[in-house]
């Protein structure tokens, strides 16, 4: 089974910072990795899939990179509407999610 | 417009078997490379996947579930279900589908989820 690890699970940023967020895998997927958004109360969101293609409708200030065990999200310019859980997702083998990463204003 | 709407019992008791019904519009799970799968999230926890079912009818199983799963899907691939057997209070979460349209891309449009309680 593939893992995913967030070891980080809350970042405190402030609005205007650029935050970046950190997954890892246990076993090389390439680039079949995917970031996904959530607000409380929400449905999941997909922004970004093959580490760094952003969905349509995601804005250009969220950034996806890496490949093979390593990748990150970074969210530029910090707004209120980005304050959420960011969870990464490996799709190589079926598909398995990390634990998620919460964001919150200091 | 691409939709899917998740529906369930909201409550059932231990060691039932749990249906789920994920009805979508805007797409055709009859086109190739089309998939839909289950995922869950129980409360305050991250998602895991369950179960999918692709364009050819072709169906595929989380390893940790797999023998209390069975994933389907209506003639006019309007519709997937999903059942759980034999469920207990861990399987308390709520019950999200969700669709990928193509190989090499992952879940673009999701349902709203629908919550599911497990207690006698």
Known sequence: ?106 | QVTLKESGPGMLQPSKTLSLTCSFSGFSLSTSGMVVSWIRQPSGKSLEWLAAIDWDGDKYYNPSLKSRLTVSKDTSNTQVFLKITSVDTADTATYYCARRRSPGTSFDYWGQGVMVTVSS
């Open chain 1, 1 to 106: 089974d593939i893992q995913m690890t967030q070891a980080t699970s809350f970042l405190s940023t402030s609005l205007g910072d650029h935050v970046t967020i950190n997954c890892r895998s246990n076993k090389d997927i390439n680039k079949y990795l995917a970031w996904v958004q959530q607000k409380p109360g929400k449905a999941p969101r997909m922004l970004i899939h093959f580490a760094s293609t952003l969905l349509p409708g995601v804005p250009a200030k969220l950034e996806g990179s890496g490949s093979g065990t390593d990748f990150s999200l970074t969210v530029r310019n910090m707004e209120s509407q980005d304050i959420a859980m960011y969870y990464c997702l490996q799709y190589s083998e079926q598909y398995t999610f990390g634990a998620g990463t919460k964001l919150e204003l200091k």
